[in-house]
């Protein structure tokens, strides 16, 4: 649609509401406001005019703020601990340097939308090098910030690391294949480690079907928003209208979560018991690489690598990997250092204290790609055993995956 018929029949630009659940209350707890354009025949979203830059920038500004006027208006209505999330181009804030959207946003507090329920969404596509003391001297009044849209992932988290975004939104468009791209894991296991780190709450959006809502509750989503939930609308939604179906869903969630974990705790024990059995039967063997032998015919089918390291993570054995042609030596691993993995050291305080194995979390080898997991085991005081499990015997125990 072209601008100049927007822009001169502002009248037919409305908002609509996209509703934001939680995980912790399972009901509505914010509306993202969305730009629409309503003519004789249908609904259309403004999307498109908001991001074509040959638009001057002053239509787009204007009609921004129609839609808002239009949305706090009706926003009076809701109860007063509803957020409001606002979307907002840094380059257009950076106009007039906010002051524009915040008059606007002061003159509703008046009226009784307090500045602590305004989430101000900021993309982070063209981040603009002033935006943060914009942004810190918005939060001086209580408005929190959510970073949006991922143009690459070191921008992204050098941006939250910078900015300490309140939420920072994730886009699950990339998990409606059912086998997203692993690179996809990576970037939001380091997204859900530096927002965990500097208190920021993760929001899942494009959540299109049950299996992208149970990956976000898994990934420590604490809001929840797309297509599944409700999409977008006129008119506010019942805060309260899925809060039995997403309290049966998280149930359900709940349920195969336990049963995973239990099912990996019989596993470890089931590893422990078989590997003291296994010692017990080899301890004639005096030198490392022949116990590594003597297990491997053990774990045939199971561990595609085994290694021995002292409890500081210098390898005191070679490596024993599978080949195709059966099991292979690699001498150049003695002597080389694990203790930079993350959790080695507290593994290995734990087995020491413990005196049992740790199966650790699932992760991507180095070397192969492949996903894995290590048992872990104390052979003695100081030396302790690791095996790598092979991809297909996880892929025969599901629930390790």
């Not at 059912?178 to 380091?190: D, G, K, R, T």
């Amino acid at each position: 649609m072209d601008a100049l018929d927007i822009m001169s029949d502002l009248d037919h630009v409305i908002p609509y509401f996209q509703p934001i659940f939680s995980a912790d209350e399972h009901r509505i707890i914010g509306y993202e406001i969305l730009g629409r354009y309503q003519d004789s025949e249908k609904v259309i979203s403004l999307g498109p005019f908001f991001r074509d830059r040959s638009i001057p920038d002053e239509f787009r500004i204007e009609v921004d703020n129609v839609v808002l006027k239009k949305a706090m208006e009706k926003a009076l209505t809701l109860d007063n601990d509803v957020l409001l999330f606002i979307n907002r181009s840094e380059e257009l804030l950076m106009n007039d340097s906010g002051e524009d959207l915040l008059q606007l946003l002061l003159k509703y507090q008046e009226k009784g939308i307090s500045l602590n329920r305004i989430v101000l969404e900021i993309s982070n596509e063209d981040p603009h090098h002033q935006i943060d003391h914009l942004l810190n001297y918005y939060r001086t009044f209580g408005i929190k910030i959510a970073i949006d849209k991922m143009k690459n992932t070191s921008s992204l988290l050098d941006r939250i690391g910078d900015l300490k975004p309140d939420i920072v939104k994730v886009d699950l468009v990339p998990l409606r294949s059912m086998n997203p791209p692993q690179a996809f894991h990576e970037i939001l296991y380091s997204l859900s480690l530096l927002a965990r780190k500097i208190g920021a709450a993760l929001l899942f959006k494009n959540i299109e079907m049950v299996y992208q809502l149970q990956f976000a509750w898994k990934n420590g989503g604490r809001y929840y928003q797309g297509y599944y939930l409700e999409g977008p609308s006129g008119q506010f939604v019942p805060r309260d209208s899925l809060k039995n179906k997403l309290k049966t869903e998280f149930h359900e969630f709940i349920i195969y979560e336990k049963r995973k974990l239990e099912a990996i705790v019989t596993i470890t024990d089931e590893f422990q018991s078989r590997l003291q059995v296994i010692l017990n039967k080899t301890r004639k063997y005096n030198e490392y690489e022949d116990l590594l032998g003597a297990l491997a015919k053990d774990l045939e089918g199971i561990a595609f690598r085994i290694y021995i390291c002292d409890e500081d993570g210098f390898q005191k054995s070679p490596n024993l990997i599978k080949m195709e042609k059966g099991w292979d030596i690699q001498p150049e691993y003695i002597q080389k250092n694990w203790s930079w993995r993350p959790y080695f050291l507290e593994n290995i305080v734990k087995m020491r204290k413990e005196k049992k194995g740790i199966l650790s979390d699932l992760y991507h080898d180095i070397e192969t790609g492949d996903a894995t997991r290590t048992f872990s085991f104390p052979l003695n005081g100081y030396d302790y055993l690791f095996i790598d499990l092979s991809y297909d015997f996880l892929y025969k125990h599901n629930q390790l995956l």
